[in-house]
């Protein structure tokens, strides 16, 4: 927030105050020089980009957006982070992620940079019985572990127990999480489990262990099933509602439960978001323990994890720019513990190199960027106060219809929350289509001649409940037809960009097509003739002034020299011969899918 000088010299004092109607005025001035005649309030809506859950982000905001009051670090509401000192003192939990029972790969992790494990245990990771070895050389007092073991919960923590003791690991030393998380088990498997061990194995901590917990809340499973941010925090909350339940059912106090929960959060590369998103549910948790009579045990304890979703698998270097934005965000957010999915996550099991990669992209942000020695950095920003409590209520009202739909099993049992998943991921499917929300390296900037990136297979994931989606699904699905045809004909689908005119007509056009048929894998010949390109479709590719004069007379030559299709790049105009149209804008999926079905591309 901007302080006054004590001196009493304010820089602006001289200048009258700016209004927020003569800036509408400048803007629509602005706007109606590319064609747009609005005024007012719709000039600023013009600029304003709609997001889910029925959120607008607009291009300004001022001190007359109002939201409540943040309150302190450490205090409810608990918005600009649950401790005192937020992750000043070390930074964030460095948390790594391991799926099979690799020592060395542990071992290298922790003496690079991570400072807890998160171990994927039994039938979709590491065996139990291998549980001792993988944490051979750990020194289990120093590196929380945290457990994610599905139905086989009740061996692993016993065995996580076990060999605390077989250490000598006092149990007031004892750091981590034992991962029950029933809910979140039937959320990916459609399975019901039994909550007595998880209320077992709470009771055990709550009365033993200080520094363990019992229970994660994990809100992946409906980020991954295509859910929107509200949705995610509506369904964390469902569920840290239940297990209360259940808990002070099985003879714990509301503070003890509390203690049992932590919250495990998808952060996305909109870092805005992400940092609202976990402040939101800082404040939602805050108001769900002050209901229940226990307002100073509301601290959220967050653990937040790259989404998975955004992970492509075409160009998978990208994936390092989406991890660091997202690790930014989840930083700057409060989180206290941060995975890195490694930025071959999506190809299969990570090598060495992109663990390395991983765990470097938070010891830099901490070491070097020093983001952690500001505690919440975006708090005072009025846009992020703004959308913290817009995307507060939105995640509020999404929680408040699973509780009058009978709670969070009910809603998974009866198919409500699958239904709403999909509802929001077939909007967003919509604009990855049209490319409204690119993909760099996959919708957009595609490269053919790309080396793919080979990995050993990792371990198949638990399956069978909630879907897992991913934003490249359409285009890889274009891309494998591609591939396909290229190991059977030796060549990719191609098309033949016409350009007309001169280099400035045509360039921008021309790049613009050559993008958009790259990204469904079929490849563009810019060189010589259409005869001699190989092709069997073609696209125009200049300025609307040249359209006007030679598009179609130009559309009429390609046909008649064999092209079965001839597409023009721009916006769909009276011109003879020319069968379809690409633009910004236009489904390209449904475009790309359709020419690839006519070349004969299976």
């Not at 709550?206 to 509506?234: F, I, K």
């Not at 991921?425 to 790309?450: H, N, Q």
């Not at 105009?573 to 020319?578: I, L, T």
Request: proline fraction near 5%.
């Amino acid at each position: 927030m901007t302080v006054l000088p004590d001196d009493g010299l304010e820089l602006a004092a001289e200048f009258p105050d700016s209004t927020h109607e003569q800036w509408q005025r400048l803007v629509a001035g602005v706007l109606r020089k590319s064609g747009k005649d609005v005024e007012g309030a719709q000039a600023e809506e013009a600029l304003s980009t709609a997001l889910e859950d029925g959120l607008r982000t607009r291009p300004l905001y001022t001190a007359h957006d109002a939201a409540p009051e943040p309150g302190l670090p450490g205090f409810a509401p608990f918005v600009r982070s649950g401790r005192p000192e937020g992750n000043t003192l070390g930074g964030w939990d460095v948390r790594q992620r391991h799926a099979v029972a690799d020592n060395g790969a542990v071992l290298a992790d922790l003496e690079n940079g991570v400072t807890s494990l998160w171990l994927v245990v039994g039938e979709a990771g590491i065996p139990v019985s291998s549980l001792g070895r993988v944490l051979d050389g750990v020194y289990l007092d120093l590196a929380p572990v945290v457990l994610d073991a599905g139905t086989d919960v009740e061996p692993a923590a016993r065995e996580l127990l076990r060999l605390y003791e077989e250490r000598g690991v006092g149990k007031d030393a004892a750091r981590g999480n034992l991962g029950a998380d029933p809910l979140g088990h039937e959320a990916r498997t459609g399975q019901a489990s039994d909550f007595a061990p998880a209320a077992a194995l709470a009771r055990l901590c709550a009365e033993e262990y200080p520094g363990l917990r019992a229970l994660t809340v994990d809100a992946l499973p409906y980020h991954e099933a295509g859910g929107s941010a509200a949705q995610e925090l509506g369904a964390s909350l469902a569920t840290g509602v239940a297990y209360l339940r259940a808990l002070t059912e099985a003879g714990l106090s509301v503070e003890q439960a509390c203690a049992q929960l932590e919250f495990r959060y998808a952060a996305t590369a909109d870092q805005f978001l992400t940092i609202a998103k976990l402040r939101a549910a800082r404040r939602l948790w805050a108001r769900v323990a002050e209901v229940c009579g226990a307002p100073a045990a509301g601290a959220q304890v967050q653990h937040a994890v790259t989404s998975p979703v955004m992970m492509t698998r075409r160009d998978p270097w990208v994936n390092m720019l989406r991890a660091t934005v997202a690790t930014l965000a989840a930083g700057a957010g409060g989180a206290e513990s941060v995975t890195v999915l490694p930025f071959d996550e999506a190809v299969g099991l990570p090598d060495a190199f992109a663990r390395r990669i991983a765990r470097n992209t938070s010891t830099i942000l901490i070491e070097e960027s020093h983001l952690a020695r500001v505690i919440d950095p975006a708090g005072g920003s009025w846009y992020v106060e703004r959308l913290t409590d817009e995307l507060a209520r939105a995640g509020w009202e999404f929680f408040r219809t699973i509780e009058r739909d009978g709670g969070q099993a009910a809603v998974l049992r009866s198919g409500r929350i699958r239904t709403d998943l999909a509802t929001t991921w077939a909007e967003r499917s919509k604009r990855l289509a049209k490319r409204r929300e690119p993909i760099t390296g996959v919708s957009e900037f595609p490269f053919l001649a790309e080396k793919p990136v080979v990995r050993e297979s990792a371990p198949t994931p638990r399956s069978g409940g909630l879907p897992r989606v991913r934003r490249d699904e359409a285009f890889e699905e274009l891309r494998a037809r591609s591939d396909a045809h290229l190991a059977r004909a030796g060549s990719r689908p191609r098309i033949f960009l016409a350009a007309l005119g001169p280099a400035a007509a045509h360039t921008a056009r021309l790049t613009f097509a050559a993008n958009l048929f790259q990204a469904g894998g079929i490849e563009p010949v810019t060189e010589g003739t259409f005869e001699e390109s190989g092709a069997t479709e073609a696209c125009l590719c200049s300025s609307d002034a040249l359209y006007e004069e030679r598009a179609g007379a130009e559309a009429a030559r390609l046909k008649a020299a064999g092209a079965a299709q001839v597409f023009l790049a721009g916006r769909p105009g009276p011109y003879p011969d020319v069968d379809d149209h690409v633009f910004a804008g236009c489904d390209a999926v449904a475009v790309l899918s359709a020419t690839l079905d006519r070349m004969g591309v299976s």
